[in-house]
């Protein structure tokens, strides 16, 4: 079975940041694009980042651009979502994943494997 694992969620306050760390095995992530999707309590999981496997393309949703940051690191199969000037509604579950190329990346349906997921709290 195939594991992402996330890292770096918590409580901060609005305003405040936060780094959250994925890692994926090696074979899985040398290949594929990566993504953060996140899902509050009683809504859909829904996209908020996603790079291309060399890094070279990022995309963004609409009310993150510009506060968060996807980047990738290929030599530790580690993906980042660098996240600044929180809000109280970024409150939720964030989750990675991971997507072969040529898919959608702002669609849950391009991506093949899923982390448990990291709670990230904003308070205001």
Do not use: H
Request: net charge positive.
């Amino acid at each position: 079975q195939v594991q992402l694992v996330e890292s770096g969620g918590g409580l901060v306050q609005a305003g405040g940041s936060l780094r959250l760390s994925c890692v994926a095995p090696r074979r899985i992530f040398r290949d594929d694009a990566m993504g953060w999707f996140r899902q509050a309590p009683g809504k859909e999981r829904e996209f908020v980042a996603g790079i291309s496997w060399g890094g070279g393309t990022t995309i963004y949703a609409d009310d993150v651009k510009g506060r968060f940051t996807i980047s990738r690191d290929n030599a530790k199969s580690t993906a980042f979502l660098q996240m600044s000037s929180l809000k109280p509604d970024d409150t939720a579950v964030y989750y990675c994943a991971a997507a072969p190329p040529g898919g959608n990346l702002a669609l849950r349906a391009a991506y093949d494997y899923w982390g448990q997921g990291t709670q990230v709290t904003v308070s205001s």
